[in-house]
């Protein structure tokens, strides 16, 4: 094993901010622990979540670094005690933080293979977007083959992997976009149905397009005054699953509507939850999604990446709200 270096560069910023405190500076290069893998990291994933970080607004857990950056790709470079894996082995993992570095910490059960079909890249964008729309779509949500499912923000970085998902099995998934632009991105990727928010309304559209009985799933990032209206979308028995709340965390409903269509409400936050449950995640992903990843028909889409030196202007880009897809990261080799 070759030997590591005692530092390593990393975007670690003193207080939140604008994109300028995503500057590169250097810092101690951490040391795996028992059950825990040190990747020295080719790509990480950008996520909004980076973002809401940056801002102050969306502090590590505990224990978790405080270098943004919630999945990573590389190879491993060194095992803690207990780790089955070797040294030089390519990975994929999602990570509590400490993404946006040259060296990355991951429990050994958040790391999956990365096969020949992907790149570093492509698995580096994989990881936060796979976890949380598996865990929220199919678990909180069980859904089923055949089922309906309303995404909002259907070119998101979770947008496009809920189509993805969907696609492969077997759920009509109907998004929501801000342009034109957009909604014919998210068709061309296999959404069955794109409505613009800005110039319809999508209670309408999303009866029209289900012939008046409702969408069975909302996947709701959007939160707010969307509430009331997503309950309005949801068929009998539907349920609707919230991951953000970009609108805000407030929200009126009308509880007789749960009551005569039997709703379910539920969400999840997937950063903070044990390393127990995300291994639980990666075994079943391993199991009923990875074939997909490993045979090419399930890839993430790239809008851009930038090297890590540039994670100023990668959050930028992700801000203006002009990307389909996900930014990444570009580290080492
Ligand atoms: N709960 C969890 O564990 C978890 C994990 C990961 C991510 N998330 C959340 O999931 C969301 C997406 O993350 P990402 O990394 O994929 O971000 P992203 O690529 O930046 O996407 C953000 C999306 O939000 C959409 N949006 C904003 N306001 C909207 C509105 N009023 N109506 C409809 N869509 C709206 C945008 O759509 P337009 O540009 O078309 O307006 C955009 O597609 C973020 O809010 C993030 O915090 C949650």
Request: glycine letters at 12%; charged letters at 20%; proline letters at 7%.
């Amino acid at each position: 094993m070759t030997r590591l270096p005692d530092e390593m560069n990393a975007i670690d910023p003193a207080g939140p901010g604008g994109p300028e405190v995503l500057a590169l500076v250097r810092r101690p290069v951490p040391r795996p622990g028992p059950g825990e893998v040190l990747i020295k990291v080719v790509a990480a994933g950008v996520n909004r979540p980076d973002i809401v970080q940056r801002l102050g607004a969306y502090p590590p857990p505990p224990g978790a670094p405080s270098i943004p950056g919630l999945e990573v790709a590389g190879e491993i470079a060194a095992v803690g005690e207990g780790v089955d894996l070797a040294a030089g082995e390519l990975v994929c993992a999602l990570v509590a933080g400490g993404g946006y570095a040259e060296y990355a910490l991951a429990p050994v059960g958040q790391c999956l293979p990365v096969p020949d079909a992907l790149t570093l890249i492509e698995a580096a964008a994989l990881p936060e977007t796979l976890f949380t729309v598996w865990s929220n779509l199919f678990e909180r949500a069980y859904a089923r083959d055949g089922e309906t499912a309303l995404v909002h923000g259907g070119t998101s970085g979770i947008g496009t992997m809920a189509i993805a998902l969907g696609r492969l099995f077997g759920l009509k998934i109907i998004v929501t976009c801000g342009s034109d632009e957009k909604c014919r991105r998210a068709e061309a990727l296999g959404a069955a149905h794109a409505i613009n928010y800005r110039t319809q309304d999508f209670v309408a559209e999303a009866h029209r397009l289900t012939g008046g009985s409702g969408v069975d799933i909302v996947l709701d990032m959007v939160g707010g005054d969307y509430l009331p209206r997503n309950l309005d979308c949801l068929a009998e028995e539907g349920r609707h699953v919230s991951i953000a709340v970009q609108r805000g965390a407030k929200a009126e409903l009308n509880i007789v509507k749960v009551m005569q269509r039997r709703l379910v409400l539920t969400g999840a936050f997937l950063r903070s939850r044990s390393v127990e449950f995300k291994t639980l995640v990666a075994e079943e992903l391993l199991r009923n999604v990875w074939p997909f990843v490993e045979d090419g028909r399930l890839k993430p889409v790239i809008d851009k990446t930038f090297p890590l030196a540039e994670a100023a202007d990668a959050h930028r880009r992700m801000e203006a709200g002009d990307h389909v897809g996900k930014i990444v990261l570009t580290v080492g080799r």
